[in-house]
Nanobody, 125 residues
Framework: VQLQASGGGLVQAGGSLRLSCAAS????????VGWFRQAPGNERESVAA????????LYLDPVKGRFTVSRDSAKNTVYLQMNSLRPEDTAVYYC???????????????????WGQGTLVTVSS
């Protein structure tokens, strides 16, 4: 599976962006999908995760109510809608997919086998 992330950019605080993660090589069907971010000097952290069945979504506490992860099977694309952006959301955002991610490990980067190249989100104050 090859993943292509896009949609990052520069936005003012309070603004919105929608990140996209398009898969090629096979479909997202049966894969758990995660969005991670990494700011300079910080570890990579899970921002949002969607279970293989799509029945469970997990969010990092600071983004709850502001970010939404969704999957469009017809387009083989996963999205991260980010609203009410804050300067502390500034980071490189990565999408990832994994075929055997158990529920308790949805937030763990090591659970995911396939990674996109990252897209930079910069939120100005």
């Amino acid at each position: 599976v090859q993943l292509q992330a896009s949609g990052g950019g520069l936005v003012q605080a309070g603004g919105s962006l929608r990140l996209s993660c398009a898969a090629s090589g096979r479909t997202f069907s049966g894969f758990a999908v995660g969005w991670f971010r990494q700011a300079p000097g910080n570890e990579r952290e899970s921002v949002a995760a969607l279970s293989r069945t799509g029945g469970t979504t997990l969010y990092l506490d600071p983004v709850k109510g502001r970010f939404t992860v969704s999957r469009d099977s017809a387009k083989n694309t996963v999205y991260l809608q980010m609203n009410s952006l804050r300067p502390e959301d500034t980071a490189v955002y990565y999408c990832a997919a994994g075929a055997r991610v158990i529920m308790s490990a949805l937030r763990a980067p090591e659970s995911y086998h396939y990674w996109g190249q990252g897209t930079l989100v910069t939120v100005s104050s």
